[in-house]
Structures are given as structure tokens and as C-alpha cells.
């Protein structure tokens, strides 16, 4: 059973940073492709950053400069350093771990609020 745990929102300012923990457990880590995803009041959900099994990221625009994402494949976790939030950076981040050949799951969502 695949099982993602987010942690690591929480409150802060504008121009301050947050970095999110997904670990992960249920699957063969190191083959997934991991991505972080946000859904914001009255918004759909929209890609962050997403990073390969062999490394390669991508990021929406948005975020390209402030938002960094890794993994450590030894700890089955991805994070997302975020620096520099803004206040439109305030949603709910969703870890997912994607799989070509037909898994796709998602964790329970972690709120990130940016706000003076």
C-alpha cells in the first residue's frame, strides 16, 4: 500500500522560507518520478516542480528561482525548498509519486500560508 506523508507547512512572511518533507513508503522510491502540486482556494490544482528518478526537475514558471526540489533516495523523502513565498504562494501542497507504468498516488496535503 503506498503511503505519502507530508509535513513541514505552516505560516509565514513574505520573503520567508519553507522547506516540505514527503516520505514515502509502499513503493520503489528511487524508480518514481516525485512532484509537488498546490491547489489553492477556488483554484484547481496546478504543478509546482516535479524531479526524474535520474534527477532532471521542472518547475512551473512561478516559482522557477525561489522553489528548489530534491530527493534522497536513501530516505525514500522529496522536498521542496520554497524561499522568497509570496502571498499568492498559499495553498495546500500535495506530494505525488508518479510511475509510467500506471501508478499514481498522492498524500494528504500540507497547508502553506504566506501572510503578513
Known amino acids: 500500500q503506498v503511503q505519502l506523508v507530508g509535513s513541514g507547512g505552516g505560516l509565514v512572511q513574505p520573503g520567508g522560507s519553507l522547506r516540505l518533507s514527503c516520505a514515502a513508503s509502499?513503493?520503489?522510491?528511487?524508480?518514481?518520478?516525485m512532484g509537488w502540486y498546490r491547489q489553492a482556494p477556488g483554484k484547481q490544482r496546478e504543478l509546482v516542480a516535479t524531479?526524474?528518478?535520474?534527477?532532471?526537475?521542472n518547475y512551473v514558471d512561478s516559482v522557477k528561482g525561489r522553489f528548489t526540489i530534491s530527493r534522497d533516495n536513501a530516505k525514500n523523502t522529496v522536498f521542496l525548498q520554497m524561499n522568497i513565498l509570496k502571498p499568492e504562494d498559499t495553498a495546500v501542497y500535495y506530494c505525488?509519486?508518479?510511475?509510467?507504468?500506471?501508478?499514481?498516488?498522492w498524500g494528504q496535503g500540507t497547508q502553506v500560508t504566506v501572510s503578513s
Open positions: 505525488n509519486a508518479y510511475y509510467i507504468l500506471g501508478s499514481n498516488s
Open positions: 524531479i526524474t528518478s535520474s534527477g532532471d526537475t
Open positions: 509502499g513503493i520503489l522510491f528511487s524508480v518514481y518520478r
